[in-house]
């Protein structure tokens, strides 16, 4: 065989595509397997993974043979950048957390004793806002139904920041005074 400036990667690549030729298969193996791992070791990647993602991307070179053009990429180019995609693909798998536990089905009917104290809460909760002085409880309302910040409820209001908080603070213990 040639020396390795000399081989015809592409006429290899060709004939694995074409004939799915072996020994074309072997020569291209041999060739690119350990330079593709050596570069991912480069690339940070452990000797086994490394080793995991060369073979990988050898059989995608088989498998995928009918996928190279020439025209457009020398083999190396071709068998690098399948090389690169596998390592963002073993770092993006690597980064993602797995679920703990996934719970199929709907979710549990709740109790009824819950459903009826959840319901008495909301109606408590409901006369203790109605019995704030309008001027905390439009506030109280604006900051945890509207979900709007104390800044944006003094920019929308024209009252001064600091009244802003203060209104919502004794509100806060009056609620708490009423529903404690």
């Not at 193996?29 to 060369?54: D, N, T, Y």
């Not at 068998?79 to 690597?94: E, G, P, S």
């Not at 509207?146 to 009244?163: C, D, F, K, Y």
Request: proline fraction near 4%; charge should be neutral.
């Amino acid at each position: 065989m040639a020396t390795t400036d000399e081989t015809d990667w592409a006429g290899l690549l060709v004939k694995v595509r074409d004939h799915q030729d072996r020994a074309a298969f072997a020569a291209l193996f041999r060739h690119f397997a350990p330079r593709v791992k050596a570069f991912l070791m480069k690339s940070g990647a452990g000797a086994a993974l490394a080793e995991e993602c060369a073979q990988d991307v050898m059989a995608t070179l088989w498998q995928k043979a009918h996928l190279f053009d020439p025209s457009r990429a020398s083999v190396a180019t071709w068998v690098f950048t399948i090389a690169r995609n596998r390592r963002i693909d073993a770092l993006r798998k690597a980064r993602r957390a797995e679920p703990e536990e996934l719970d199929w089905g709907p979710d549990p009917e709740p109790d009824q004793a819950e459903v009826m104290e959840a319901q008495q809460e909301t109606e408590r909760l409901g006369r203790a806002l109605a019995a704030l002085p309008a001027s905390q409880r439009v506030l109280i309302e604006r900051a945890f139904y509207g979900e709007l910040s104390h800044s944006e409820i003094a920019a929308e209001t024209g009252l001064p920041l600091g009244t802003i908080k203060s209104r919502i603070r004794l509100a806060l213990e009056k609620l708490r005074h009423q529903l404690g």
